[in-house]
């Protein structure tokens, strides 16, 4: 079977809408995503899914611990494990 160069499998546009995300995708991939995102009901929820997670990354100000903190945890936690 012709792969064709306009429709896309829904594991390609997951992909692009992946890429798309980050800003990596390119012109054609953005179009090819577009056309796939006006007849697929799958692909159509699994970009207002991402859409959400992203806005939700971004919105919470996660603030993670720095190396020195993890290496105390890290030790804390060897020596419980070593006394039991």
Do not use: P
């Amino acid at each position: 079977m012709k792969k064709s160069f306009l429709f896309i499998t829904c594991e390609e546009a997951f992909h692009i809408c992946d890429k798309s995300q980050y800003g990596e995708a390119n012109g054609w991939e953005k179009f090819k995503l577009n056309v796939r995102l006006l007849w697929c009901q799958v692909t159509r929820a699994y970009v207002k899914r991402n859409r959400k997670l992203t806005k939700t990354i971004e919105k919470g100000h996660v603030e993670c611990m720095d190396s020195s903190e993890k290496n105390d945890l890290k030790l804390r936690f060897d020596q419980e494990l070593k006394n039991k």
